[in-house]
């Protein structure tokens, strides 16, 4: 590491010889951060092997299964380490090598639109993202939300193996799949009825592409507070997408106490009663 | 601007940044927010990522207040003016008049991802993605058809 004393006063070191020299330097630096590094590593070379193996074609078919083709980019282009059209570009030329038909490739410039929209939006309604964009469609009132998070969550200890993964995944690795980011927060926002802004706070705090507008506005289309209903999944989903693998080590897959073993009419009724939507 | 300073953001951490491609060599800084930092609660993950996104650029560290740090780092480099890279975040916003209030700053806009003329109808994804759909198609070079629209939305 450079030497402290060989800088301008107040500059911060920029060599390391590893990463747990750079770990100790940051925990020394910031003592208020929680937690380590992630094993993802930040950077362009990085981020250019994983744009490298970006295949459009496999992510387009597997996208939503938990172990699918998906890109990994998310970090690096939310940080401009790679821009948006430094990947439309790279698409473009890996349809130009594969010779696949422009509709190989749609899923993944559709999912690069979302981070556009999101964008768009953000510079539309500022601060704004923080607020209810319409009102809940779940017929309870944003009052009886709690604020904070349930501390069962926050140490992994629910009991139900999905969700105790996904945080654990959350904290340690700072990276979601995209459909584990919407059952945590279907969860936390629907079955234990807390404020989405608490989520989104704490998504933030970990997700090393969290984007307050991205994250926000996508913890307020499963709320509903920014869609036409609320997002719920059930067993059967996540089972589906997820190849099985928290289910079956889940105590409560086998004693009956699943709170997501049922049909999505049952799962409405229960979470959001008469009023809710259909 | 004979001789800025590059003021670099956490929505520019790339190579390819507006402002290190503008002025390649002119001396470049990035500020660890501490008051965000603070108030979001940010995970060590997070700022090591950061971090090490900095270590490979030509980039000077600091942390502290934003606003003052980059006008020190302005004076300690006798720069008539600071450029940098539009961050969408309001923060920014906010840092930049500050900023703008004792040095001219010059704004780099990043490429965008597709050009719309505004106004653009944002209020679900799939009015704004009809619009932008086509248009991004036909940047394409020798552009065939373009992909049907989809029209099922899995989000």
Redesign the interface.
């Known amino acids: 590491m450079q030497s402290a004393d060989s800088l301008?006063p107040?500059?911060?070191?920029?060599r390391?010889a590893s990463r747990a020299e750079?770990?100790a330097t940051?925990?020394q630096?910031?003592p208020?951060?929680?937690?380590?590094?992630?094993p993802?590593?930040?950077?362009?070379?990085?981020?250019e092997t994983a744009l490298a193996a970006v295949d459009p074609l496999a992510y387009g078919r597997s996208r939503?299964h938990l172990d699918g083709a998906v890109t990994h980019l998310s970090?690096?282009i939310?940080?401009?380490?790679?821009?948006?059209?430094?990947v439309?570009e790279a698409v473009?030329t890996w349809?130009e090598r594969s010779g696949e038909?422009?509709?190989a490739a749609?899923?993944l410039?559709?999912e690069?639109?979302?981070?556009?929209?999101w964008?768009?939006?953000?510079?539309?309604l500022?601060?704004g993202i923080w607020h209810d964009r319409e009102p809940l469609k779940t017929g309870h009132l944003s009052a009886s939300y709690a604020a904070e998070l349930p501390a069962d969550l926050l140490e992994a200890s629910t009991g139900l193996a999905c969700i105790d993964g996904f945080t654990a995944e959350l904290?340690t690795?700072?990276w979601l799949h995209?459909h584990a980011r919407?059952w945590l927060a279907s969860y936390v926002v629907h079955w234990r009825r807390v404020r989405w802004q608490a989520g989104a706070?704490w998504f933030?705090?970990?997700?090393?592409d969290?984007d307050?507008?991205s994250n926000n506005l996508?913890w307020q289309?499963v709320a509903s507070s920014f869609s036409s209903k609320p997002y719920l999944f059930n067993r059967a989903n996540l089972e589906r997408f997820s190849g099985g693998r928290y289910c079956r080590s889940c105590a409560a897959a086998t004693d009956g106490t699943c709170p997501f073993e049922a049909s999505y009419e049952q799962l409405q009724a229960a979470l959001f009663g008469e009023v809710g939507p259909c | 601007m004979l001789n800025p300073v590059l003021w670099i953001h956490g929505e520019a951490l790339g190579p390819t940044n507006p402002g290190l491609v503008a002025y390649p060599g002119a001396p470049a800084v990035f500020v660890f927010d501490r008051q965000l930092i603070a108030q979001a609660g940010l995970s060590l993950k997070r700022l090591g990522f950061i971090y090490e996104c900095l270590l490979e650029l030509p980039v000077t560290l600091r942390h502290g207040d934003v606003a003052e740090e980059v006008l020190a780092f302005a004076r300690r480099h006798r720069a008539d003016g600071v450029a940098t890279t539009f961050a969408v975040d309001p923060r920014f916003a906010g840092l930049h008049q500050r900023i703008a209030a004792q040095l001219p700053v010059q704004l780099l806009e990043p490429e965008p991802f597709v050009e719309l003329p505004e106004p653009v109808d944002l209020r679900r994804f799939s009015r704004y993605w009809r619009r932008a759909e086509p248009v991004l198609w036909g940047r394409r070079a020798g552009a065939g058809a373009p992909p049907a629209p989809v029209r099922r939305w899995d989000r």
């Open positions: 301008p107040g500059d911060l070191p920029c390391f750079l770990e940051l925990r630096l910031f208020e951060a929680p937690g380590g590094l992630s993802i590593q930040g950077g362009h070379r990085a981020a939503n970090p690096y939310r940080h401009g380490v790679l821009s948006l059209a430094e439309r473009f349809l038909p422009a509709q749609a899923k410039l559709n690069l639109g979302w981070r556009d929209y964008q768009r939006l953000w510079r539309q500022g601060d904290h690795s700072g995209n919407m706070r933030l705090q970990h997700l090393l969290g307050p507008a996508s289309w």
